[in-house]
């Protein structure tokens, strides 16, 4: 039997039981788009990971700290002997090594901003222009990135950074209240201050209790203590808004940018002869005589030397993580998710194929005849086989290319309507590559023909002389 005939008679045969065929495939359209949109949010999530790690160098990205350093600031402890800091001079060595591309040097720190009745934290990125300029931000319209021949410093915002701000009035934020601070980050100028510690011992010195705050002054005054200088206010003002709504979350959305000269500038300013919060000091606690930087980010000429530049690094004495190794950690953890989102869709297209195995049978028994008599005129056991078995891959082909259209509309639906800045990353949260599309469609047939193997068996076994006799 020709298989143009094996075709045509399977798709009749389909055809004549249209509402069984229907339910069937409907069994497997389900199992297929609950693997397919399993995967794709798995898929969406790496995608973001991906597009995170080429915001901040690529795989060829290496972050370098200093020895025994926290990461957000270096070093801080009395003892020397045995520490590596990332000073200039680190800086200039890293910029000799081979396959290095660029070497910039990153300063993290905390302040305060205020802004008329509105108070908030924020975390100051310090960085060179070159290594802002790095960093592809995408901007909201008319922002730039800061000048560092500006008389003031200025500072590029995370569009989260306001959620950071409360009402000094109610001690309410936006996530308490829903509503933006009224404060326009490029426009208008803010207060930023520099020294946290003293700031909050002038707050509690002045709000220092409405039952006793006079006899507190008095017996300090008796004691000739001075109270606490409040720090200085230095005006800053916005160069501009890093794209995205307070409520899209990027590894960018609650940093603050700024020229790193001129924020050492500021530093050394205002604590003028005292150490620098998250500088180190000498044993005797006077300033390090040297500015330490919190990391320096290195770019390697090629991913296929970031290993090896990685390994010079290392035996310099220093910490450092290459966004290689990030990629490989979060593959391995992504693959783990998929695995297990995948498998709780597998088990809807399993149910597809009992419901596949139990319409295969089904038509053997209502065909008995017909097998009897294709086996008389002499067609073969093979012949045979082959058209209850097409008949199953036809109907896993029909369910997973209407599984897939189906698992398309709602990832387009769940992108649509969910934001994936609400649950931490960037982009899309459902994301269907185009091998995907193609490897359910060809699992939907294989289970389907799997599903009809056992029934395509069971014709062939029938004894044609019982089969005619039968109905």
């Known amino acids: 039997m020709r298989w143009s005939d094996l075709l045509r008679m399977s798709i009749s045969s389909l055809k004549r039981r249209k509402l069984r065929t229907f339910l069937t495939v409907l069994g497997v359209v389900i199992g297929t788009a609950s693997i397919v949109v399993m995967i794709s949010l798995g898929l969406g999530l790496q995608e973001s990971m991906y597009a995170e790690v080429e915001k901040n160098g690529g795989t060829t990205g290496i972050t370098v700290t200093g020895k025994e350093s926290s ?42 901003a205020l802004k008329g ?43 989260a950074v306001l959620s950071n701000f409360y009402d000094k009035g109610t001690g ?3 996530w308490d209240t829903g509503e933006a601070p009224d404060i326009d980050l490029k426009n208008d100028s803010l207060f930023l201050i520099l020294d946290q510690d003293s700031y909050y011992q002038s707050q509690n010195t002045n709000t220092g209790g409405s039952s006793g705050g006079s006899e507190g002054g008095a017996e300090a005054g008796s004691q000739g203590q001075q109270p606490p200088t409040a720090p200085k206010k230095y005006v800053v003002k916005g160069s501009g808004v890093i794209a995205g709504g307070m409520d899209n979350y990027s590894m960018d959305s609650f940093k603050v940018y700024c020229d790193l000269d001129k924020l050492r500038e500021y530093l050394k300013k205002e604590f003028s002869g005292r150490v620098i919060p998250g500088q180190p000091s000498t044993k005797s606690g006077k300033p390090y005589s040297k500015f330490v930087y919190s990391s320096a980010k290195v770019q390697a000429d090629d991913m296929e030397n970031v290993e090896e530049l990685a390994g010079t690094i290392r035996s310099l004495g220093y910490n450092v993580e290459t966004n290689a190794e990030y990629i490989d950690s979060m593959k391995k953890q992504f693959a783990m998710v998929q695995a297990v989102l995948g498998g709780i869709g597998a088990v809807s297209l399993l149910v597809a194929a009992i419901g596949i195995a139990n319409t295969m049978m ?3 028994y209502e065909r008995t005849k017909e097998i009897g008599v294709m086996k008389v005129i002499g067609c073969g056991l093979k012949n045979i086989r082959q058209l209850f078995l097409l008949e199953a891959a036809f109907i896993g082909l029909a369910g997973g290319i209407i599984g897939n259209i189906l698992s398309l509309t709602m990832s387009v639906v769940i992108n649509m309507f969910v934001s994936g800045g609400s649950l931490g990353v960037t982009g899309n949260i459902s994301f269907i590559p185009v091998w995907l599309l193609l490897v359910s469609t060809g699992f939907a047939v294989l289970v389907g023909t799997a599903a009809g193997y056992f029934p395509a068996r069971r014709a062939m076994s029938l004894s044609p002389l019982e089969a005619i006799r039968s109905q």
């Open 172 to 174: 309410k934020t936006y």
């Open 362 to 364: 089904m038509s053997i």
């Open 71 to 112: 990461g957000m600031y270096p070093g801080g402890s009395s003892d020397e002997e045995g520490k590596k800091y990332i000073t200039d001079d680190v800086i200039k060595e890293l910029r000799t090594l081979g396959n290095v591309k660029s070497v910039e040097p990153v300063y993290n720190l905390s302040a305060i």
């Open 117 to 159: 009745r509105y108070e908030g934290s924020v975390e100051l990125c310090g960085m060179t222009p070159e290594g802002i300029q790095s960093l592809n931000l995408a901007l909201e319209a008319g922002g730039r990135l800061p000048d560092p021949g500006s008389a003031q410093l200025e500072l590029l915002y995370g569009n």
